[in-house]
């Protein structure tokens, strides 16, 4: 089982920056990565970024891509969304989740097989 704790969303104008935190902590015998995602009201879950769960390589949505960059902290066991030049179209909900199963054999932003999730960060831009 994991567990899951999203930190650092908030209210930022756009051209900002944040950055969110992704604590996660349990025991599971396979973490093949650690991905976020958003929902804005009245759209469906994206996906944003992910990282491996065994090495660095990282992906991203062409949304977010050159804007967001994906990075871990093995020794606090904490992935980090850090968010750049920010638009009102960021606005969302942010989750960070888990794939511990490794079922698509390389780096997705597939929300189905990503089976623990943390509760959310609101992330609001606007000015």
């Known amino acids: 089982q994991l567990q899951l704790v999203e930190s650092g969303g908030g209210l930022v104008q756009p051209g900002g920056s944040l950055r969110l935190s992704c604590a996660v902590s349990?025991?599971?015998?396979?973490?093949?990565?650690i991905g976020w995602f958003r929902q804005a009201p009245g759209k469906e879950r994206e996906g944003v970024s992910c990282?491996?769960?065994?090495?660095?390589?990282?992906y991203y949505a062409d949304s977010v891509k050159g804007r967001f960059t994906i990075s871990r902290d093995s020794a606090k066991n904490t992935v980090y969304l850090q968010m750049n030049s920010l638009k009102p179209e960021d606005t969302a909900i942010y989750y960070c989740?888990?794939?511990?199963?490794?079922?698509?054999?390389?780096?997705?932003?597939?929300?189905?097989?990503?089976?623990?999730w943390g509760q959310g960060a609101q992330v609001t831009v606007s000015s």
């Open positions: 349990g025991r599971t015998l396979h973490l093949e990565a």
């Open positions: 990282i491996s769960g065994s090495d660095d390589s990282t």
């Open positions: 989740a888990a794939d511990t199963i490794g079922r698509v054999g390389r780096l997705h932003l597939d929300r189905y097989e990503y089976g623990y």
